[in-house]
């Protein structure tokens, strides 16, 4: 249950700390837990989202832009997570602990967690983001550009 929580959260987390960027462009984004259990991610081009738990145990992320996304999971542990513009998405963990995203526009990821605990995530479109957690449980973020620069986690608008 408790790996469970940590990589869906750090799934959110990753895809939620990609800030809005040229597709080349590099970016850079950091998380931190409030003591009331919500999360904030601050981007560096000034974006930022909050995360919180509802009472049904449901993950509502508010963005800056004005968009909401909300995760549930089934009894199984897969994730769906639906966005204002109306996409979606749906992650699931294998049995390598990877995190597989497939996104209703067609594309997907994967996030991997290597041995010093940083976790990758490689996009179909070739690029990529990198988390690292501090000694203090928050994240940073860097992505490459493309997709990962997108904003996925915000809705990747429909097909």
Known sequence: MKWTWLASS??????????????????????HRNLDGSRDI???????????????????AEHS???RSTTTTDLSGRKRTTHSDGSYSNSSTDLN?????????????????????????EYSDGSYSTSVRDLNGN???TSSGGMAARHPERGVGKR
């Open 10 to 31: 750090l799934a959110l987390v990753t895809l939620l700390a990609q800030p809005i960027a040229p597709a080349s462009a590099q970016s850079r984004s950091n998380s």
């Open 42 to 60: 601050r981007n560096s081009d000034g974006s930022s989202s909050r995360i919180r738990r509802d009472l049904s145990g449901r993950e509502i």
């Open 65 to 67: 832009n004005g968009s």
């Open 97 to 121: 602990g990877n995190i597989r995203t497939q996104y209703s526009n067609g594309a997907y990821s994967v996030s991997k967690r290597d041995l010093s605990g940083r976790w990758r995530t």
């Open 139 to 141: 994240w940073t973020t």
